[in-house]
């Protein structure tokens, strides 16, 4: 049985970007980049807290600006979940708590 060759960071950035994006399923999006969806798990699972794997397509979320009243960012999800971040705040520490929330 013969294995193919190894695959780098930069084969599974976009990847696992888009298994983490969420729109469709990991096996759908295993299945579009042609490898098993257990390497796709094993990649997802080996980059999870990671910074190092960066994606070349960023997801973009919406803004709305409202006010100056308090120099906070508010970040509302569904059913009614807000987190409000003063300004100032590590972006690094939001992001984080944002993906954990995904």
Request: proline share 5%.
């Amino acid at each position: 049985m013969s294995r193919s060759p190894t695959r780098g960071a930069e084969f599974w950035a976009p990847i696992v970007a888009e298994a983490r994006a969420g729109l469709v399923p990991r096996v759908a999006v295993a299945a579009k980049h042609g490898v098993s969806d257990a390497a796709l798990k094993y990649h997802l699972y080996k980059t999870t807290g990671s910074t190092v794997v960066a994606s070349k397509a960023l997801a973009m979320l919406p803004v709305r600006v409202t006010g100056a009243a308090g120099k906070q960012v508010e970040l509302e999800f569904g059913a009614g979940l807000r987190l409000r971040f003063e300004e100032g705040c590590d972006p690094a520490y939001v992001a984080a708590v944002v993906s954990r929330l995904r």
